[in-house]
């Protein structure tokens, strides 16, 4: 099987390739390489003869055509996306411009490549999207595959306008598609612009670890390789037309988050005086903050037997013991425009 991966170069994008070319699956990988991406994160699999990239912006229908008339896909797993909550509020076009006309194209490329060859009903069109198109939660309840669509910033406008044109392509053309919405990932190769990452390398900087308003908000955290686990199962066996909910079951308040990575320091790598949650410092709010995300993944459970294999803790551990062991990783990404700056803060 080969499968057309775009924003391969990214955080899960490249999870989901490390795991494809490990199980013997062939992978194109489709990036444009902007600020998030890293080749880095696929150096593992490079020069392995079932991997091959191809330097193409999703917003470039042409482009898109000729890979597909060159690489032939059997299925394509579409990630590419501006991703930062905190960049969509200080610059929304990129948003809509890659994230709705790009998954447009996307669509486009796709369904004339899957026409050409005669319609073939294994084909697929895997999604990848946010449990953010669904909206706040309350103290109470999980997102289902039902729960109705109430995106609040640019970011998850964005993706669940582009969730909808999935579905209408499936709808109106046949297109064979899956989509899947999925809580927050941590894990290895995490851009140092996202919280887990921001957390540990402040910490270890000696600098302010900022937590957004009272650091109550609650996010269900996923490890992205227990993710592209899922999503390689969706791919492979999810039925066409329909959307999956994947999560960790491991609901934490942020501050709560917070302070067990910084306990995870205290033990790999103590500080001379006190601790690193001292240095946990709270900010102002980000503007429509969601309070709480959690997910209810029983149709992936039931249907598909997919379960995370580790617990946020356990995940929390490898991703600390990670940054801790790829220091040139990290290093090299921090003079990129906008990391460690706080962004995201003007309504
Ligand atoms: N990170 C999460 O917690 C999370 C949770 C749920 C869903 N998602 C979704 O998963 C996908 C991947 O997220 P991520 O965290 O790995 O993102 P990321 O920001 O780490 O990586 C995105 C990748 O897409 C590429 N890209 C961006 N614009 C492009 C364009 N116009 N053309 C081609 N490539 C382009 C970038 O170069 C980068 O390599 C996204 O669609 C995101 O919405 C992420």
Redesign the pocket.
């Known amino acids: 099987m080969k499968i057309l991966v775009?924003?391969?170069?990214?955080?899960?994008?490249?999870?989901v390739i490390r795991l494809a070319v490990q199980r013997g699956l062939s992978v194109v990988n489709?990036?444009?390489?902007?600020?998030?991406?890293?080749l880095e994160?696929v150096a593992s699999v490079a020069d392995d003869p079932l991997y091959a990239f191809e330097k193409?912006?999703?917003?470039?229908r042409a482009a898109l055509q000729r890979i597909f008339a060159e690489h032939r896909p059997d299925a394509v797993m579409?990630?590419?996306?501006?991703?930062?909550v905190d960049r969509s509020i200080d610059g929304p076009s990129?948003f809509i411009?890659?994230?709705i006309g790009?998954t447009f194209n996307m669509l486009e490329a796709s369904r004339r490549y899957w026409e050409d060859m005669g319609r073939p009903e294994g084909f697929r069109f895997h999604h990848?999207?946010?449990?953010?198109v669904f909206g706040s939660l309350g103290k109470e309840g999980l997102f289902t595959e039902s729960t109705g669509y109430d995106p609040r910033s640019p970011?998850s406008a964005s993706?669940a306008a582009s969730d909808h044109l999935v579905r209408a392509w499936h709808e109106t053309y046949g297109l064979p598609v899956v989509v899947t919405?999925?809580?927050?990932?941590?894990g290895p190769y995490?851009?140092p612009e996202?919280l887990v990452p921001v957390v540990i390398l402040n910490a270890l900087a000696g600098k302010s670890i900022p937590v957004y308003g009272k650091g109550e908000n609650v996010r269900d955290w996923?490890y992205?390789e227990d993710?592209a686990d899922a999503l390689l199962l969706v791919l492979q066996k999810g039925t066409s037309g329909r959307s999956y909910n994947v999560g960790g079951e491991n609901e934490r308040r942020n501050i709560d988050l917070v302070r067990t990575i910084c306990e995870l320091l205290d033990r790999k790598r103590p500080k001379a005086e006190g601790t690193y949650a001292d240095q946990i410092t709270f900010v102002t709010d980000r503007p429509g903050h969601d309070m709480r995300y959690a997910i209810d993944p029983s149709r992936i459970s039931d249907e598909l037997g997919w379960r995370p294999s580790v617990s946020v803790e356990e995940g929390l551990e490898k991703t600390v013991q990670w940054y801790l062991d790829n220091e040139n990783w990290w290093r090299a990404l921090q003079n990129r425009k906008g990391v460690g700056e706080r962004l995201g803060t003007k309504p």
């Open positions: 775009t924003g391969g170069a990214g955080f899960i994008g490249s999870a489709v990036d444009a390489l902007t600020y998030a991406a890293c994160n193409a912006d999703i917003r470039d579409h990630l590419a996306a501006e991703s930062h990129d411009d890659t994230n790009g990848i999207s946010t449990d953010e970011y993706k919405n999925c809580s927050n990932n941590y995490h851009f996202k996923l992205v993710h």
